[in-house]
Each structure stands twice: as C-alpha cells, then as structure tokens.
C-alpha cells in the first residue's frame, strides 16, 4: 500500500532535549515537506526538499533542521525544542515529474514540549 | 507570498450540494490551485486540483474563475462522510522551488 509513515504519533518531551521524527514514503517520490498545524493558523511549511541532499526553507523553519540522505526518508529534527514547537506535524510526498500531481500525507506526530 | 482566503465554517443538509469558496488574489499565473480535506485524527486527504479550466473527478467539482482569483470546490450531493475541514491551497513550483500555501481551511458541518 503506497503511503507516508510517521513516528512517533505522539511525543512528550522536556525542553532542550533533542528529538527526531522520522518520515518515510514508499511511493519511490522525489519531493518531500514537512509541515506544523497549530489552531488558527492552518498548516505551515517548514521545510522541504526536492530531492535527495536538496533541502530548502519553508515559512517556518527557525528551531527546526532536516536531512534527505535517501529518497525515502525525511526526518525532522528539534535540536533544542521549545513550548513554542508544540504542534501537530505532517510530513507530506510529491512525484517530481508532476508537481501539479497530489500530496500524500502522513498521519501526523502530536508533539508536546514541557 | 502567496494566499488563500476560506470561510470558517459551512452547513450543508446531507444529500444536498455544497460550494466551498476560496479566494486567492495574489495567484500567479503558473500557481496549481488545489483542494484538501481533513477528517479528526489524520492527515489531509487529496481532494481535486486545477490551474485554469475546470475540473471533475469522482470526488467533487473544481470551478476556477476565469481571472483565476477565486475558485469554488463543489460536492455534488453531501454525505455525512464528508463532514471535515476543506483546505484551499497553492502550489507555486519552478525547477528547483516547490512550495505549498495553505488556507485556514473551512470546516463543514454536514446534518443529517
């Protein structure tokens, strides 16, 4: 089944203590996003990459880093989270041949930060 | 940057058509318009998309206005399954840039 995993799906953590959440996709796509939904604001890019070792800056990146060493995968990474990244995050996969093509989203990763 | 507008929230009666609006005045002329919904507990779920003429698939209508600055998502006969925020977005890409600009989203009430 073509999809989008995301882990954890919820997460609790204390500041300043790094964290991963890692994204994988089996539908072989180039084009990978990351995006956090917070009440209000809707979803927000922030990051994302067009392909393997080629990663760019969404809306909203500042706290955030991201790696694309494989095609599949896309992990985020919090190096010193904050109260502030408390959000529920998406991760989302694209084929490159055809950007007008639909983006596969995962089911998301609550994250609390205390 | 680019931006939609979409009203808070919507009602429909079940079995009866819905139109979700969005207005989207700083479309570019190479934006993809696309339409996503959101059932509780899970990610956004593709919908339909289009950049100029109109479009249909077995889940819903597009209509895109002719200056493209607005564009109406339509559900031809509501179910209660379709109860969910609908989100209106653009898609601006070039050879090395792909950005996605979401809406605030509507959220639709569907009664039975």
């Known amino acids: 089944e073509a999809q989008v995993t995301q882990n954890p799906r919820y997460l609790i953590t204390v500041t300043g203590k790094k964290l991963t959440v890692t994204c994988s996709q089996n539908m072989n796509h180039e084009y990978m996003s990351w995006y956090r939904q917070d009440p209000g604001l809707g979803l927000r890019q922030i990051y994302y990459s067009m392909n393997v070792e080629v990663t760019d800056k969404g809306d909203v990146p500042e706290g955030y880093k991201v790696s694309r060493k494989e095609k599949r995968n896309f992990p985020l990474i919090l190096e010193s989270p904050s109260p502030n990244q408390t959000s529920l995050y998406f991760c989302?996969?694209?084929?490159?041949?055809?950007?007008?093509?639909?983006?596969?989203f995962g089911n998301g990763t609550r994250l609390t930060v205390t | 940057d680019a931006k939609t507008t979409q009203p808070n929230s919507m009602e429909s009666n079940e079995e009866e058509p819905v139109h979700l609006p969005c207005n989207h005045s700083?479309?570019?002329?190479?934006?993809?318009i696309h339409w996503y919904r959101q059932l509780p507990s899970q990610g956004p779920e593709y919908v339909i998309h289009?950049?100029?003429s109109n479009v249909n698939n077995r889940m819903a209508s597009l209509a895109i206005a002719e200056d493209r600055k607005s564009s109406t998502l339509i559900l031809h006969r509501a179910t209660l399954r379709d109860a969910a925020v609908y989100y209106c977005i653009l898609n601006r890409f070039e050879y090395n840039f792909n950005k996605f600009y979401f809406g605030s989203g509507t959220k639709l009430n569907v009664k039975p």
């Open positions: 700083t479309i570019s002329g190479t934006d993809y």
């Open positions: 289009g950049l100029t």
């Open positions: 989302a996969s694209q084929r490159r041949e055809a950007f007008n093509s639909p983006l596969h």
